[in-house]
């Protein structure tokens, strides 16, 4: 069975930091891996998707990278400002075609101070 | 954003009565996910839809059931509520099988069963 695991659960930096969220799966046999970022009290929005043939993808002040080899994908945000304190979730997708069955972490509760 | 509406949006109700959370998209998907959100636990998939009345279950399904009529409608049923079932739900949707496609999220319906 598949099991994500999000460490550190909760994460408080000061602005302008470079920091790194960590996301680890027990199964290399995915088919992609998604980060998420949730607002309190809203639903998921969609940030980064990385496919299992990539190493990383980036938007923006975003990169997330993945090693399907060791089951870790890290997200990597720059210059870190107040408007990132959200809940970060890493899922990844089961390797079966069709419907997308998501297996998610925890999260990891990110604040940025001023 | 993607046009996905849940109703109600919060609701209160006793143990024991019938509740229906319904998933309404503009975006013409053909995939459809129910998820229940809990501290502790993380995103569960309850039940998914790959097509008009074609339905199958997730990994947290017992004590609910789903239904799909229309490409935009959804729908989530505790036939008889229980307290367990206390948590906040939400609805996805994704396109056809492509490796690319981030799954979308509504902004949840929170349920509480008293």
């Known amino acids: 069975k598949q099991e994500v695991t999000q460490i550190p659960a909760a994460l408080s930096v000061p602005e302008g930091e470079n920091l790194v969220l960590n996301c680890s799966f027990t199964?290399?046999?995915?088919?992609?891996l998604q980060w998420f970022r949730q607002d309190p009290g809203k639903g998921l929005t969609s940030l980064l998707l990385i496919q299992s043939s990539q190493r990383e993808q980036t938007s923006g002040r975003l990169n997330a990278s993945l090693d399907k080899s060791s089951g870790r994908s890290t997200l990597y945000i720059a210059a870190s400002q107040p408007g990132d304190s959200a809940t970060y979730l890493c899922a990844v997708r089961r390797p079966i075609q069709g419907a997308q069955k998501l297996v998610f972490g925890q999260g990891t509760r990110l604040t940025i101070n001023p | 954003d993607a046009g996905i509406t849940q109703s109600p949006r919060h609701k209160v109700t006793e143990t024991g009565t019938p509740v229906t959370l319904r998933c309404h998209q503009t975006e013409n998907h053909r995939y459809m996910y129910w998820y229940r959100q809990d501290p502790g636990h993380g995103l569960r998939l309850i039940h998914y839809s790959y097509g008009v009345k074609d339905t199958d279950k997730g990994e947290v399904s017992d004590g609910y059931s789903v239904s799909r009529s229309k490409t935009e409608d959804f729908l989530l049923t505790l036939e008889s509520a229980t307290s367990s079932q206390t948590s906040v739900y939400f609805c996805a949707i994704s396109a056809v099988n492509l490796q690319g496609e981030p799954q979308h999220f509504g902004d949840g319906t929170r349920l509480s069963i008293l």
């Open positions: 199964d290399s046999a995915i088919y992609n």
